[in-house]
T-cell receptor, first 110, second 114 residues
Framework: QQQVKQSPQSLIVQKGGISIINCAYENTAFDYFPWYQQFPGKGPALLIAIRPDVSEKKEGRFTISFNKSAKQFSLHIMDSQPGDSATYFCAALNDYKLSFGAGTTVTVRA | DAGITQSPRHKVTETGTPVTLRCHQTENHRYMYWYRQDPGHGLRLIHYSYGVKDTDKGEVSDGYSVSRSKTEDFLLTLESATSSQTSVYFC?????????????FGPGTRLTVL
């Protein structure tokens, strides 16, 4: 049973638009929440991460919003570019072990 | 790539044959992990290691074994491969330093069991 639920499964956004991916979890022992970006044929690459004592973290065009009480977190990709077309995974860490969401395939149309 | 290599990168094998995948790292990281990636499931942890000869099971460990006889190598073995083990396998390492939770992934091995 997946410990981290991710939605949507896929999304299409126009160049310059905003992509939003949502994740939810139940296990309150999770203490670190990373997002990974994966291109076809490659391994996942760490994109941005947040700890539960912070409500928002921004790095360039990528922002994580974290709602501890709701046990939800989301990734916002601002000013989406064709090069952002990839699969994105949310994850949650407990005791040095990551649990992943099922992934979201993002397609940015030029 | 955090100094992680995986071999082989692609393998096709027959049901019932043994298969060993190798993960090699060059930076003496203590923690190493094996994941499998399947559509609709994301990545799922198979086994992990927290030091030489120290290993533990993940959420999908049935049918898999691991060994770590030296810091730089972490081996994943399918004793008798089944078609359900057709997948892409990723090795990962945990970044160095106390409190460092970052995991870095290798390029993956695509395994097909016929």
């Amino acid at each position: 049973q997946q410990q981290v639920k991710q939605s949507p499964q896929s999304l299409i956004v126009q160049k310059g638009g905003i992509s939003i991916i949502n994740c939810a979890y139940e296990n309150t022992a999770f203490d670190y929440f990373p997002w990974y970006q994966q291109f076809p044929g490659k391994g996942p690459a760490l994109l941005i991460a947040i700890r539960p004592d912070v409500s928002e973290k921004k790095e360039g065009r990528f922002t994580i919003s974290f709602n501890k009480s709701a046990k939800q977190f989301s990734l916002h990709i601002m000013d989406s570019q064709p090069g952002d077309s990839a699969t994105y995974f949310c994850a949650a860490l407990n005791d040095y072990k990551l649990s992943f969401g099922a992934g979201t395939t993002v397609t940015v149309r030029a | 790539d955090a100094g992680i290599t995986q071999s082989p990168r692609h393998k096709v094998t027959e049901t019932g044959t043994p298969v060993t995948l190798r993960c090699h790292q060059t930076e003496n990281h203590r923690y190493m992990y094996w994941y499998r990636q399947d559509p609709g499931h994301g990545l799922r942890l198979i086994h992990y290691s927290y030091g030489v000869k120290d290993t533990d099971k993940g959420e999908v460990s049935d049918g898999y074994s691991v060994s770590r006889s030296k810091t730089e190598d972490f081996l994943l073995t399918l004793e008798s491969a089944t078609s359900s083990q057709t997948s892409v396998y990723f090795c990962a390492i945990r970044g160095a330093g106390t409190g460092n939770n970052e995991q870095f992934f290798g390029p993956g091995t695509r395994l097909t069991v016929l």
